[in-house]
C-alpha cells in the first residue's frame, strides 16, 4: 500500500485537459509545501515535472501545473499531446523521509 | 549533462546479497544527497534509502532497514546499495537519483532489475 493515494487510471482526448488527484496526510502533504510530481515513461527515467507544489523546473511546458488543497494534490495538465500518455507519481516530504504515490497511468484517447 | 548509470541487477537466490552501484556524472556528486526508490512489477514507485552529500547521514524506509545499506564514494563518483537476506518482495527495479534542493528528486537514472527467484 502506497503511502500516498492516487488514481490508478486517467484518460483524455488531445486537446483536452486532466487532473491527478494525490491525497495525504497531517504528516506529509497538510504540513509540507514539497509536493513534487514525476512523469515515467515506462523503460525511460522518471523526470521531474513540478516541485514545491506549484513550480516547474527550466523546459517543462506550462501545460503542466500543480496546486494544493489539504491533504490532496493535483497536477493538471492542459492541452493534452500524445506524448503525455505515461505513468504520474507525486511524491512529498514526511519528516526526513520521502513517499510516493502508487501511480497514475494517464491514457491519451 | 548529469548521468546516473546503474548496474549490479540480476537474478538472486532468496537469502543471498547483492551489491548495487550507480555511477555519476556530470555534476558535483560530492555535495549531492542521493537517493534509491524501487518500483515492484506492477506497483509504483516506493522510497528506499537516503544518504546526504559529504560523509552524511543515511535514512531508510521502514520496510528495508536492518537489511539495505547505502553509502558512497565520493572520489569515485559512486552510489552503493548493499541488500542483504534479499526475499521476493524485494524484485523491483532500483532506481538511483539525485536529492534536488526543493525536497525533491531531480534526476534519475533508468533503474536496474533485481529479481529474487529460487
Known amino acids: 500500500q502506497s503511502a500516498l493515494t492516487q488514481p490508478a487510471y486517467v484518460s483524455g482526448s488531445p486537446g483536452q485537459s486532466i487532473t491527478i488527484s494525490c491525497t495525504g496526510t497531517n504528516s506529509d502533504i497538510v504540513n509540507y509545501d514539497y509536493v513534487s510530481w514525476y512523469q515515467h515513461h515506462p523503460g525511460k527515467a522518471p523526470k521531474l515535472i513540478i516541485y514545491e507544489v506549484n513550480s516547474r523546473p527550466s523546459g517543462v511546458p506550462n501545460r503542466f501545473s500543480g496546486s494544493k488543497s489539504g491533504n490532496t494534490a493535483s497536477l493538471t495538465i492542459s492541452g493534452l499531446q500524445p506524448e503525455d500518455e505515461a505513468d504520474y507519481y507525486c511524491?512529498?516530504?514526511?519528516?526526513?523521509?520521502?513517499?510516493f504515490g502508487g501511480g497514475t497511468k494517464l491514457t491519451v484517447l | 549533462q548529469v548521468q546516473l548509470a546503474e548496474s549490479g541487477g540480476g537474478v538472486v537466490q532468496p537469502g543471498r546479497s547483492l551489491r548495487l552501484s550507480c555511477a555519476a556524472s556530470?555534476?558535483?556528486?560530492?555535495?549531492?544527497?542521493m537517493h534509491w526508490v524501487r518500483q515492484g512489477p506492477g506497483q509504483g514507485l516506493e522510497w528506499v534509502s537516503f544518504?546526504?552529500?559529504?560523509?552524511?547521514?543515511?535514512f531508510y524506509a521502514d520496510s528495508v532497514k536492518g537489511r539495505f545499506t547505502i553509502s558512497r564514494d565520493n572520489p569515485k563518483n559512486t552510489l552503493y546499495l548493499e541488500i542483504n537476506s534479499l526475499r521476493a518482495e524485494d524484485t523491483a527495479v532500483y532506481f538511483c537519483?539525485?536529492?534536488?534542493?526543493?525536497?525533491?528528486?531531480?534526476?534519475w537514472g533508468q533503474g536496474t532489475l533485481v529479481t529474487v527467484s529460487p
Open positions: 511524491s512529498s516530504k514526511r519528516s526526513v523521509i520521502r513517499v
Open positions: 544518504i546526504e552529500g559529504g560523509e552524511g547521514r543515511e
Open positions: 556530470g555534476f558535483n556528486f560530492r555535495v549531492y544527497g
Open positions: 537519483a539525485r536529492d534536488g534542493p526543493h525536497w525533491d528528486v531531480d534526476w
